[in-house]
Nanobody
């Protein structure tokens, strides 16, 4: 089974930017959706963004216009470019790869946005 490893999290000031990466151990093109989700302390995991293997993207209202999801199939990697970060974006960010027969999660990477 494909494994996902996130990286790129860290501490950033409000208004700053980070780019998260999700490296897969195998091809990601077979997955219908690659996505990013996040879980803030004491809250449920929530949807952030997805991209299909056809390139269609979808974003949570809270991140529209600030975050961009993309994939680089040659590197079997998905990205989440996060701009204009806010303290409320603080969370553990998880990468997800989904198909009709598989649902894979990474271990998460912590993003902390200071005010």
């Amino acid at each position: 089974q494909v494994q996902l490893v996130e990286s790129g999290g860290g501490l950033v000031q409000a208004g700053g930017s980070l780019r998260l990466s999700c490296a897969a151990s195998g091809t990601i093109f077979t997955f219908n959706h690659m996505g990013w989700y996040r879980q803030a302390p004491g809250k449920q995991r929530e949807f952030v963004a997805t991209i299909t293997n056809g390139g269609t993207t979808n974003y949570a209202d809270s991140v529209k216009g600030r975050f961009t999801i993309s994939t680089e199939y040659a590197k079997n990697t998905a990205y989440l470019q996060m701009n204009s970060l806010k303290p409320e974006d603080t969370a553990v960010y998880y990468c997800n790869a989904r198909s009709s027969f598989s649902d894979v999660w990474g271990q998460g990477t912590l993003v902390t946005v200071s005010s």
